[in-house]
């Protein structure tokens, strides 16, 4: 009657196991998906701000040219004594 129960317990112990090791496989699959879609999700959060920021970019040089040349011209006109 013995061997019965402890034969017994150690298949409930060993199924727990089984469903305690399925559990925390699930829940690494489940936070894995969860990680690559916070990535993705991430990454086509930057790729909207190129995207948006692109027609700076190409305007950028050009804004700086002036900046610099309005300077020199702030220089001059400093200089200059009435």
Not at 28 to 42: G, H, M, P, Y
Request: hydrophobic content about 45%; charged content about 20%.
């Amino acid at each position: 009657m013995h061997d019965i129960i402890m034969n017994a317990s150690e298949a409930v112990v060993g199924k727990r196991r089984k469903l305690s090791c399925k559990c925390l496989v699930d829940m690494q699959q489940t936070s894995l998906a969860n990680f690559i879609f916070k990535f993705f999700f991430q990454i086509s959060e930057l790729y909207d701000v190129v995207i948006k920021t692109e027609p700076v970019t190409q305007l950028l040089p050009q804004t700086i040219e002036r900046l610099i040349a309005l300077e020199s011209l702030h220089r001059q006109g400093k200089s200059v004594h009435v």
